[in-house]
């Protein structure tokens, strides 16, 4: 939703079809022995060589990610696998029932995924390939050289570049042996480590951890626990790996170890603070707080663990009370990171079935236009900050769909959290409800099996694109329109929120989502009523019907909301009309600048417009409320605008509730008030804003200040729930009511 979907651009149409061509000519050689292969010296001499090119800078980089071959993960256990070598794989093949052992020649290089080069006992060589690997990782982290690993029933492929590769998509396919593992060969073993004490790892772990090396740190401090020791240093080494646990995102495992230390020692200061943290970033505030008040009552002076008892309760406040400081929210996104340190608020909403239309979010009570729904703290997300030197893309060959942006950093970041935390597997994946049927399994030989392709799959139905903050959005959007430079993200940046994939589809929706750092806030567009089923729109309403369906199509259903109805509705020659007036209208106000210009602009030009406009008008069947007149919007506020520097009052009235009125707005005189009752509008431009500033500075000309006070006080919260969060309306300079 939102994301940056570029499959019918011809420059990445053509890298599609060139990439199909590569699968098919690859195809011929499934089954087969490769009729060559490289010694290892060979394609580790040619490995080293691309390292040092690598390490010159490059001004762009372009990364494509290819989802081509859909097969599932290894579920079988270690002991029903026979080995096989190299020299046994065959192109194309997945060897089911069989595992390879290898061992890392070269130090990894990070392309797409992380490349290395690897050897067999027999000594001979071949690529190794691994994807959706940790992003946060240095490589050399993950897999350095001399690493010893076997994979499971390895994919032996041809790459795009005619060679050859053991390919892992599935990050619970490869296993990396410590150094006291028995699998290693013997002459593999380091035989210097192999009578190292409990102590002696436990030193090399802390040695691993100053170094900023918690992979090693963690490798490290699992040997020190095969090692016989006692329970003095048994409660340092759990404490120990439960902090590189912390560091390396494996909350779950973190949350194992300190509890395992409080089992040996149970007012143990750092392993209640290890257990503490961990739950925290589990989003389990409340049971963090648990441990936190067991270690300030233990140790009040712990400085540290009341900071965290305050932090927490934060937390605990927004979970329930949405006790948010957007204000601040807002400041640590410009200036600091788009990572925020806040709760998720689930309002009165639910999630339960929705007739025809699978799981969806429905209304628990009456809201009103602009109440707080949801504030939902995304479970992975990643904002392009860079978008002009760095290029990534994901090509499904499969679905022919090609998504330009940070998809595929989302999809690898949610694969390693339910690699590293399968407490997150059920409601991370229940949001998928497709045809394609993953693994029965969930874990094997006591570690955790993670399907990369259902995760994908899972991500592009249910991701969303997003600005960095919706203010700055719109901030930027109006530069744009007013002929300034504005650097601009687009919808490049990505992130999937749990709950809010849930929301179904309408093209013109009844709550509006707005985005600060990795927060997605949904606010009632309208007022509501309870039972009512909340609705989002997948692709932009000012698509045309033909333009939506096409889109839609990804998820699998033909839209047949109001909107859609009324388009079908329409006839063909009425189509016709609107497009071929709409061009007149965009041939009138190219010369508006020169108008302005020379001051030549009168009546009689606007005079033709508006006659225009109301030819326009005629080519909708339906009434505003279903059928807005969204490609009327810019003509119309152009307009408005022209009127107002003729300071003509009286006309920017008529226009502006003339134009509000095409886009579903209801404007009515109660008593002596003006009352708007917000029809479907166009909640998400910052040009509806626009026309009621108009209105409101016209009323205040002519001096009706009740009417202009009204509707500053819509605008107010027009703008709220257009970014997000109350008082948006005062850090706008230009959201302003601005005399003639």
């Known amino acids: 939703m939102d994301t940056n979907d570029v499959s019918d651009v011809p420059q990445f149409i053509q890298m599609l079809e060139r990439q199909k061509e590569i699968l098919k000519m690859s195809a011929a050689f499934a089954g087969k022995r490769p009729e060559r292969r490289e010694p290892l010296a060979t ?41 096989l070598f190299i020299r046994d794989l065959t192109l194309q093949t997945h060897h089911r029932g069989r595992y ?35 992003e946060r990782l240095d490589p050399e982290h993950i897999i350095p050289k001399d ?3 076997l994979v499971k029933e390895p994919y032996y492929k041809t790459t795009s570049n005619g060679t050859y590769s053991i390919r892992v998509d599935h990050v619970s396919d490869i296993i990396f042996l410590g150094a006291l593992d028995s699998r290693i060969p013997l002459n593999w073993r380091n035989s210097q480590v192999q009578n190292w004490s409990a102590e002696k790892w436990r030193e090399h772990g802390n040695s691993a951890v100053r170094s900023g090396n918690f992979t090693k740190a963690r490798a490290s401090y699992t040997n020190a626990l095969s090692c016989p020791t006692d329970d003095q240093e048994l409660l340092k080494i759990r404490n120990n790996r439960a902090y590189a646990n912390l560091k390396l995102g494996r909350f779950d495992e973190a949350l194992k170890d300190a509890d395992v230390a409080l089992q040996l020692c149970p007012t143990d200061e750092k392993a209640l603070f290890r257990a503490s943290q961990a739950l925290y970033e589990l989003n389990n505030f409340q049971e963090s707080l648990s441990y936190l008040q067991r270690l300030v009552e233990r140790y009040p002076e712990n400085a540290s663990a009341q900071k965290e008892l305050s932090r927490t309760k934060l937390r605990i406040d927004e979970e329930k009370h949405a006790t948010f400081n957007f204000r601040q929210m807002l400041d640590t996104v410009d200036k600091e990171t788009t990572s925020l340190d806040c ?11 929705s007739k025809g239309r699978g799981r969806g979010v429905f209304l628990t009570r009456d809201v009103k236009a602009g109440d707080l729904l949801l504030c939902e703290k995304a479970c992975a997300a990643k904002h392009s900050l860079d978008s002009k030197s760095r290029i990534s893309l994901v090509i499904n060959t499969n679905t022919s769909r090609m998504t330009k942006g940070e998809q595929a950093n ?8 339910l690699y590293q935390n399968p407490s997150k597997t059920h409601s991370i994946t229940s949001a998928y409800s497709g045809s394609y049927q993953t693994v029965k399994e969930i874990e094997v030989d006591g570690e955790p099996i993670v399907d990369s392709f259902l995760v994908e799959k899972i991500v592009s139905l249910n991701s969303f694109g997003c600005p960095i903050s919706s203010a700055k959005e719109f901030r930027d959007y109006r530069k744009m329109s007013q002929g300034q430079d504005s650097e601009k993200s687009g919808h490049d940046s990505s992130g999937y929120w749990v709950f809010s994939s849930h929301f179904n589809h309408a093209c013109i929706p009844n709550v509006s989502r707005s985005f600060i750092g ?30 939506r369906q096409k889109k839609l199509s990804s998820w699998g259903f033909i839209c047949d909301c109001k909107l859609c109805h009324a ?7 009425k189509n016709q009309k609107r497009a071929a007036l709409m061009k007149t209208v965009v041939a009138y106000f190219k010369n508006s600048e020169q108008w302005y210009a020379s001051g030549t602009v009168t009546k009689s030009h606007l005079d033709k417009i508006v006659k225009i406009l109301n030819d326009l008008e005629a080519t909708y069947v339906s009434p505003a409320f279903e ?108 959201t302003k009511v601005e005399p003639f």
Do not use: W
């Open 627 to 734: 059928q807005p007149r969204f490609k009327l919007l810019s003509p119309y506020l152009e307009v408005i605008r022209i009127y107002r520097n003729l300071n003509l009052p009286r006309e920017v009235i008529a226009m502006a509730k003339k134009a509000l009125s095409s886009l579903g707005f209801e404007i009515q005189t109660v008593a002596d008030r003006l009352r708007v009752t917000s029809g479907p509008g166009l909640f998400r431009s910052d040009f509806t804003i626009e026309m009621f500033l108009h209105l409101a500075s016209a009323y205040g000309y002519i001096g009706n200040k009740k009417f202009r006070d009204d509707l500053v006080g819509y605008v107010r919260q027009l703008s709220e729930i257009l970014r997000g969060y109350p008082g948006s309306y005062d850090d706008e300079t230009h």
């Open 147 to 149: 690493t010893v690993c």
């Open 410 to 417: 989302v999809i690898s970041q949610i694969i390693n959290q």
């Open 518 to 547: 990795n927060f997605m806030i949904v606010r009632a567009a309208k007022d509501l009523a309870s039972g009512e089923e909340l609705t989002l729109e997948y692709v932009s309403a000012h698509l045309n019907e033909k333009e």
């Open 567 to 573: 388009d079908r509705l329409t006839p063909k020659e």
């Open 43 to 83: 394609l580790v001499f040619r490995h080293l060589q691309h390292l040092q090119r690598k390490a010159t800078p490059n001004q762009y980089s372009f990364q494509t990610s290819f989802i081509t071959e859909v097969y599932p993960p290894s579920t079988a256990p270690f002991e029903s696998l026979t080995p």
């Open 100 to 134: 390879i052992l290898l061992r890392t020649a070269t130090p990894p290089s990070k392309l797409t995924g992380i490349m290395t080069t690897v050897e067999d006992e027999r000594g001979d060589g071949e690529l190794l390939a691994l994807y959706n690997q940790d």
């Open 343 to 353: 709760a998720t608020y689930i309002g009165p909403i639910t999630i339960k079935e």
